[in-house]
């Protein structure tokens, strides 16, 4: 069974200094890794996947990944946080091998960037 | 480009009726999916679909069904409505054919069960 952990319910930064928010996945198989962003009253957005190739992934809004396959990682990091930063965030794997609906959300991590 | 449509926004059932949300996505995409979100468990897969015409389970299917008539739609209906179904409930959809295609989400339908 595969399965992804959020450690950190909430992650609290001040605006200006780096964000991490952490990721650990336990699949058996390459993984594929993603990363969303839920505002307030609206749907899950797509940040970055890493799928194969580069450890350190590149997304939408600054944002970038870094995967660890030896620690299982995938944290989503951010070197300057802004207020706007402040959201809901999840992590999901989906196994290649498994059928096709089946990803696996964490339980979210809620970022707050204060000013 | 309207994306993935969920109505409606917001629903109050009693326990025992039975309702659709809908949903429907204008982008072609052969994947749609319904998952639920509850506060600190993230969003559970219930149902989804690969194509018009079929369907699967995912992790928490039991109390909803489920049907593909068409490439665009993908209602889900609760056919006698629980307090245990009080959810934010979203739909989302993306390319088929391929493990990596990110899924693009509703806003979500709020349904609160008394």
């Known amino acids: 069974a595969q399965s992804v952990a959020q450690p950190e319910d909430q992650v609290n930064v001040a605006e200006g200094n780096p964000l991490t928010v952490k990721c650990t996945y336990s699949?058996?198989?390459?993984?594929?890794l993603f990363w969303y962003v839920q505002y307030p009253n609206r749907g899950l957005q797509f940040l970055l996947k890493y799928i194969t190739g580069d450890n350190l992934v590149k997304g939408s809004y600054g944002f970038e990944a870094e995967f660890n396959k030896s620690q299982t990682s995938f944290h989503l990091k951010k070197p300057s946080a802004l207020v706007s930063d402040s959201a809901l965030y999840f992590c999901?794997?989906?196994?290649?091998?498994?059928?096709?609906?089946?990803?696996?959300f964490g339980a979210g991590t809620q970022v707050v960037v204060t000013p | 480009n309207a994306g993935v449509t969920q109505t409606p926004k917001f629903q109050v059932l009693k326990t025992g009726q039975s309702m659709t949300l809908q949903c429907a996505q204008d982008?072609?995409?052969?994947?749609m999916s319904w998952y639920r979100q509850d506060p600190g468990m993230g969003l559970r897969l219930i149902h989804y679909s690969v194509g018009a015409g079929i369907t699967d389970q995912g992790e928490v299917p039991n109390g909803y069904n489920v049907s593909r008539s068409t490439t665009e739609d993908f209602p889900l209906r609760l056919l006698s409505a629980a307090p245990s179904q009080t959810s934010v409930y979203f739909c989302?959809?993306?390319?088929?054919?391929?493990?990596?295609?990110?899924?693009?989400f509703g806003n979500g339908t709020r349904l609160t069960v008394t």
């Open positions: 989302a959809s993306s390319l088929t054919g391929t493990n990596n295609s990110p899924l693009h």
């Open positions: 699949v058996s198989g390459n993984p594929y």
């Open positions: 999901a794997v989906r196994v290649p091998t498994d059928s096709w609906g089946k990803l696996q």
């Open positions: 982008m072609n995409h052969e994947y």
